[in-house]
């Protein structure tokens, strides 16, 4: 089966192993695989008696979701009209996030039946909000670390915070977003006979569950519209402080490498994947590299200012490169990424921009 191993130390604890589980004791990552796999089989067990019991109609009135109304006499952007033979039930965990609504909004214009599933720990409801009341969407209020219920013939599975403030500030959550959350997706994938996409942003291991198709996306840096202006991320940070004519603070030496991808070239990936019959990993990114201060200097020349550079202590297991290889993208899926860079940063600006007065963005102050 698949699973992501996000800070492997805690995840024994979270799933239940209460002997040691120091790095000292682990003899070797295979020691770890075979744990983690006996402990997640013993998890899908007990997934099914629990799937079986929620069955129960009287008892699926009590699932903690909230779904959000519809709304009359709205003007939503125009769909393409499928047969029903054609439309298909897709949910989007995460689907408020960046990355997912920029999905969801692909998939809506493509014609299908739409559920959102966010607990909006770092989604925005803001990000769907065109799609609210529109007789193929739903957006559910829900938590996936407890099971719920839904028929769909397909899961994009992106419900896990990839901003680096979020995810520090409760790693724990996280952790449990990606092992219990993951669990229950592939639980109901396995129940309503579903293809299940996995975005993952750490190394997947594993073999295909049975009787499950999965799907599996490694994503590398993305960016565009939708963004929140603080999270945290390279991007983010350098547009921000450009408009503000703040110098950009890049950690030294600078000389590190990163490769940006647009976030429209990602969702086209995503599907392609999701419509593949290929199931091992596969990595979704930008192969062109750019230091980092190359990228500060686009920054600057894409927005006109003449802000300082200003280098900072290296960050603590800061990766020196980053590239990703997508030879399997470009033969198993016929992608690649066809966004320019400064097009890409030119838009994500222009989204910036329009919203930088919003008080949503500022409340993060007082968090």
Known sequence: MFFIFNFTVFLLYILGDRRSAAPAVVASMADIRLELVTIIREELTKMETRVKYLEDDSLLKKMEYKTIAEIPNKEYPKIRLLAQSEKKRILVTGGAGFVGSHLVDWLMLDGHEVTVVDNFFTGRKS?????????????RIHDIVTPMMIEVDEIYHLASPASPVKYMFNPIKTIKTNVVGTLNMLGLAKRVKAKLLLASTSEVYGDPL??????????????????????????????????????????????????FMYVSDLVRGLILLMKSNYSLPVNLGNPEEHTILEFAQIIQQELGVGTQITMMPSAQDDPRRRKPDITKAKKFLNWHPTVPLRAGIRNTVKYFKSVLNDTEFFSHSSQ
């Open 127 to 139: 990000n769907v909000e065109q799609w609210i009341g529109h007789e193929n969407f739903e957006l």
């Open 210 to 259: 049975e009787n499950v198709e999965v799907r599996v996306a490694r994503i590398f840096n993305t960016f565009g519209p939708k963004m929140h202006m603080f999270d945290g991320r390279v991007v983010s940070n350098f547009i921000i402080q450009a408009l503000q004519w703040k110098p950009l603070t890049i950690s030294f030496p600078g000389n590190q490498t990163r490769s």
